[in-house]
């Protein structure tokens, strides 16, 4: 079984397409929606001068019990890219399912940038990610 993942960034980095896995439940579970709030220093990307760059991208680990042709979903996730390009305080901000936020956040934990730049110095910034899940 051929299993593709498509992570759209909703922000304006260097990545549209990647090959992997991913789905959500067939059944119409209860959305998950969070509020998300971020602490610390940090700019949203759309301040930034340079916008942080893809350098390392792990896919999500495909939950188990979600294996089967025609199962999709969808997880937007929000994250700090910091001043040396790793994720920080990445939360699910919305999910179809509870197992598909955990492997996103999971695989997010695991992403490395060139960081953005603002006055020409490396800065963290906000960025807002939608991955879509779903089996061929």
């Keep these: 079984?051929?299993?593709?993942?498509?992570?759209?960034?909703?922000?304006?980095?260097?990545?549209?397409?990647?090959?992997?896995?991913?789905?959500?439940?067939?059944?119409?579970?209860?959305?998950?929606?969070?509020?998300?709030?971020?602490?610390?220093?940090?700019?949203?990307?759309?301040?930034?001068?340079?916008?942080?760059?893809?350098?390392?991208?792990?896919?999500?680990?495909?939950?188990?019990?979600?294996?089967?042709?025609?199962?999709?979903?969808?997880?937007?996730?929000?994250?700090i890219i910091d001043e040396n390009g790793k994720t920080t305080q990445i939360q699910c901000a919305a999910a179809t399912d509870e197992a598909f936020a955990t492997a996103a956040v999971e695989a997010v934990r695991n992403w490395r940038f060139t960081p953005a730049r603002k006055g020409g110095r490396p800065v963290a910034c906000a960025v807002e990610q939608s991955l879509s899940f779903s089996i061929d």
């Design 1 to 79: 079984m051929m299993l593709r993942l498509f992570i759209a960034l909703s922000v304006a980095l260097a990545v549209t397409l990647f090959a992997g896995c991913a789905a959500a439940s067939t059944s119409a579970p209860a959305r998950i929606e969070r509020h998300v709030a971020f602490t610390g220093s940090y700019f949203k990307i759309k301040d930034v001068d340079v916008k942080p760059v893809v350098k390392a991208m792990q896919q999500p680990v495909f939950p188990p019990q979600f294996r089967r042709p025609g199962v999709s979903g969808e997880v937007l996730i929000d994250f």
